[in-house]
């Protein structure tokens, strides 16, 4: 009896012993490990050992504490672009050069406001340059602003309109650019400063002392006669016929949309909307030019 109870705890041991192997080699493949590249393509992921490329690296321990799965700043310094965190083998393997360091610790990751034409927007200065760049002008970047509600409120800083302002109690406006507008705000003479785009100071809806006149004038680098308001501002393309039109008085009209946009207009008593080298801005001289209906230039 006792020759066959050994045998029976013999095949017993070895029953457990195959149980606690066939479990261990189990929950070896399902415990994560951490694969430098799975198998289905992603970079530094915490998985199963069966999940990961051979050609990589593993290592038994979750990714954040490996080194080749070390996070940190991913820079494209062609395009400006900073990307993190992000691991040391994702940036190389995408063109990339990594710095171990937070994006906010990099100084060429360091963001301004970046203003492109009549856009706005958070960028990096070497972003803001390639930006410019591709549309042809120059580079306008203010470090300062790092806020992208700041930022937009820069949009159109080349637009022109009606600055409006109060100094020394009186309500009075220039005809700037959005950028010359906004500036003005920085100035302790002036309050109460806005900005209406496409609006000249002469529009009587803005309230201030600046009105319509008979007067003209040329402008250095442009060919066409201007009328003047009474502030001195610029206003539209001298047209004698819309001297008492209100609109014509309050919004800016182009170029291309002023009187006999098409023809030369040379010697015109009533239009100033000149076309060199057919015809340009000129002082009235006494027998020399003709008699503008108003106005010194023709």
Do not use: H
């Not at 990961?52 to 996070?71: I, L, M, Q, R």
């Not at 800083?157 to 409006?164: F, L, R, S």
């Not at 507008?181 to 600046?210: A, P, R, Y």
């Amino acid at each position: 009896m006792r020759k066959r109870i050994i045998p029976l705890i013999f095949l017993t041991s070895i029953l457990i012993l195959t149980l606690i192997l066939f479990s261990m080699s189990f929950v070896s493949a399902e415990s994560n490990v951490c694969c430098e590249k799975l198998k289905t393509g992603q970079f530094c992921q915490n998985a199963p050992i069966v999940e990961c490329d051979t050609s990589f690296e593993t290592a038994p321990t979750s990714c954040e504490s490996t080194n080749f799965c070390s996070v940190g700043t991913c820079i494209d310094s062609q395009e400006g672009l900073c990307e993190g965190p992000i691991s040391k083998n994702v940036c190389n393997n995408g063109g990339g050069v990594w710095d171990p360091r937070a994006a906010t610790e990099v100084p060429q990751c360091n963001e301004g406001c970046c203003i492109v034409g009549d856009g706005a927007f958070i960028a990096t200065q070497t972003r803001c340059k390639k930006m410019a760049s591709d549309y042809g002008t120059q580079t306008n970047f203010n470090p300062s602003i790092t806020s992208e509600v700041q930022c937009s409120a820069n949009a159109g800083g080349d637009i022109k309109g009606a600055c409006t302002f109060e100094k020394e109690s009186a309500k009075t406006c220039k005809l700037l650019t959005k950028t010359e507008c906004n500036s003005m705000k920085g100035d302790s003479q002036n309050s109460n400063v806005d900005f209406f785009e496409g609006i000249l100071c002469s529009d009587e809806t803005l309230g201030t002392n600046c009105g319509p006149t008979e007067e003209t004038t040329c402008v250095p680098g442009q060919d066409e006669v201007y009328f003047v308001d009474s502030c001195g501002n610029l206003a539209n393309v001298y047209d004698f016929n819309k001297i008492k039109d209100k609109d014509y008085w309050s919004k800016i009209v182009s170029k291309e949309d002023s009187c006999n946009a098409i023809g030369n207009n040379a010697n015109s008593l009533s239009c100033g909307n000149c076309n060199y080298p057919l015809s340009t801005c000129l002082a009235y001289k006494r027998g020399e030019t003709s008699v503008p209906n108003v106005g010194n230039y023709i």
